[in-house]
């Protein structure tokens, strides 16, 4: 179940754009949600006034400007609730509850961060860098895409100094082949105090075998299909390491340290 209480009710969306072929930038103007949420956090999105889709839709937190009241959503068109939400005009009013889940514990050892992005994975880690950066720390992204088309925020974490290498499986980035092949190059030449991963489960599962091979904390932002968010519906468990219980992906997670999750569940 949530410790705290999030908001449920309506945002109005001040900004939808396109920023790649299939990918779209939605900003909602909720100060509620802006002014609780963490970076890692996630917001459940309802695409449709009307019974189908049914379920809420879950996004990673992609801004969170608490002076705007405003937080944005980056997300891919995948499916029936992504292309409606595409479809959302300014000053549309957008159901959803958020701030939902526990975000990226930033209190440990970081001044030499690593991210490791899959795919739309990218998504959480603007706002988790610009705390960092604010505490001086430096940061290393290695961002993982299948071709050019996938790829979005390399300039905004750029600019922020944020240092991107990318890795692309049609050689359209800095390093041709799969981000984890990326990952075991860099790990071999240089040290990191934190390392944070988002990505399909594979990429996490190989990530996570890397880092600790290297001695590298790891903290991983999950994904699974969910139903409530709220973690009242038990559709998004995944098994803890220690092989007797399970995490709820939804309230326990997205984020969870990599050494506490058993990733032979979708193996
Ligand atoms: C905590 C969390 C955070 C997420 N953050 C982001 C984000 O920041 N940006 C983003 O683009 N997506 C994110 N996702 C995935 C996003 O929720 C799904 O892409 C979306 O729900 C698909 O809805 P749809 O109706 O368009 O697709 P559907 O018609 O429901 O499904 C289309 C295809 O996508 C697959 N799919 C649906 N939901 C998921 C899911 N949760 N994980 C993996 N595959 C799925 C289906 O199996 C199917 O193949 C996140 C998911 C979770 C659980």
């Not at 609780?36 to 189908?52: C, L, M, W």
């Not at 958020?98 to 994975?121: D, I, Y």
């Not at 973690?231 to 506490?260: F, M, Q, R």
Request: proline share 5%; glycine share 8%.
């Amino acid at each position: 179940m949530v410790e705290h209480r999030p908001y449920c009710g309506i945002a109005e969306a001040v900004e939808n754009v396109k920023v790649a072929p299939k990918i779209w930038r939605l900003t909602l103007y909720t100060p509620e949600i802006a002014t609780a949420a963490k970076p890692g956090q996630f917001v459940n999105i309802r695409a449709s006034s009307q019974h189908d889709p049914l379920l809420r839709r879950p996004f990673s937190l992609n801004r969170i400007d608490r002076a705007k009241g405003t937080i944005s959503v980056l997300y891919r068109v995948v499916g029936r609730g992504t292309e409606l939400i595409s479809l959302f005009r300014l000053g549309e009013k957008v159901d959803l509850i958020g701030p939902l889940g526990k975000g990226f514990a930033t209190s440990h050892p970081r001044q030499n961060s690593l991210f490791v992005a899959g795919g739309m994975g990218i998504a959480p880690f603007f706002p988790l860098a610009e705390i960092l950066l604010a505490d001086k720390a430096t940061i290393t992204c290695l961002y993982g895409v299948r071709c050019a088309d996938d790829l979005a925020e390399v300039s905004h974490l750029e600019t922020i100094g944020v240092k991107v290498v990318t890795a692309s499986e049609d050689g359209c980035g800095h390093y041709h082949g799969q981000v984890t092949d990326l990952l075991a190059a860099t790990l071999r030449q240089e040290d990191f105090s934190l390392g944070f991963a988002c990505g399909p489960h594979a990429m996490l599962s190989a990530t996570k075998d890397l880092c600790l091979a290297a001695k590298l904390p790891l903290q991983v932002s999950l994904e699974s299909i969910m139903a409530c968010g709220l973690g009242l519906c038990l559709g998004c468990t995944c098994p803890k390491s220690n092989g007797e219980d399970y995490w709820h992906i939804c309230t326990d997670g997205p984020v969870l340290w990599a050494e506490e999750v058993d990733f032979a569940w979708k193996r």
